[in-house]
T-cell receptor, first 116, second 113 residues
Framework: GPKVLQIPSHQIIDMGQMVTLNCDPV?????FYWYKQILGQQMEFLVN????????KSKLFKDQFSVERPDGSYFTLKIQPTALEDSAVYFC??????????????FGPGTRLTVL | GDSVTQTEGPVTLSEGTSLTVNCSYE??????LFWYVQYPGEGPQLLFK?????EKGSNRGFEATYNKEATSFHLQKASVQESDSAVYYC????????????FGTGTKLQVVP
């Protein structure tokens, strides 16, 4: 079936540095999402993105976070600067539509971010 | 706004016993309902979805019926296996709300031999 890829699978950085997480969504999908999952906890919504714009974001999507998808390339999540509490697994997802059955989200395998 | 409430975990069951994970939802419209499963070390994946009220979805021995009157979509399995250990997310998507799919908080299931 359709696959979402995430690069890298694991990233270790020092607190205060910038990090960019990359996502290659399903090719014909239009809506893109990032989720955060702290170890041992459930997944939480961060942001969704469509047509070059953030549509909705949660309280977890701090000012240090930004997303973009320049020219149909990777959908990225940038954190600048990083903080210790940003350590988590970040999942990217994409969907064909926003509502109804086309809202089915396809998830990547996640990027484990460790902030030291 | 739209919301989903599901059984709080963790839930621990012995192999061969039955499972019910409750899911209730709130929405003003007629949503499509979903169950996703997240195995350890992986991203969530769709278990099944049901777009119409009073219909049943099923996959891998799991099933759920879209009950519009009760606004429920409970996940059931008659006999769980150790390989069913995972986190299960109930979700809804309203085709007319203009907003993204809402997930429940997830229910962690641990099946022991």
């Amino acid at each position: 079936g359709p696959k979402v890829l995430q690069i890298p699978s694991h990233q270790i950085i020092d607190m205060g540095q910038m990090v960019t997480l990359n996502c290659d969504p399903v090719s014909n999908h239009l809506y893109f999402y990032w989720y955060k999952q702290i170890l041992g906890q459930q997944m939480e919504f961060l942001v969704n993105f469509y047509n070059g714009k953030v549509m909705e974001k949660s309280k977890l999507f701090k000012d240090q976070f930004s997303v973009e998808r320049p020219d149909g390339s990777y959908f990225t999540l940038k954190i600048q600067p990083t903080a210790l509490e940003d350590s988590a697994v970040y999942f990217c997802a994409s969907s064909l539509g926003l509502g109804g059955p086309y809202a089915e989200q396809f998830f990547g395998p996640g990027t484990r971010l460790t902030v030291l | 706004g739209d919301s989903v409430t599901q059984t709080e975990g963790p839930v621990t069951l012995s192999e061969g016993t039955s499972l019910t994970v409750n899911c209730s939802y709130e929405t003003k419209q007629y949503p499509t309902l979903f169950w996703y499963v997240q195995y350890p070390g992986e991203g969530p994946q769709l278990l099944f979805k049901v777009p119409k009220a009073n219909e049943k979805g099923s996959n891998r021995g799991f099933e759920a019926t879209y009950n519009k009157e009760a606004t429920s979509f409970h996940l059931q399995k008659a006999s769980v296996q150790e390989s069913d250990s995972a986190v299960y997310y109930c979700a809804l998507s309203d085709p007319n709300s203009g907003t993204y799919q809402r997930f429940g908080t997830g229910t962690k299931l641990q099946v022991v031999p």
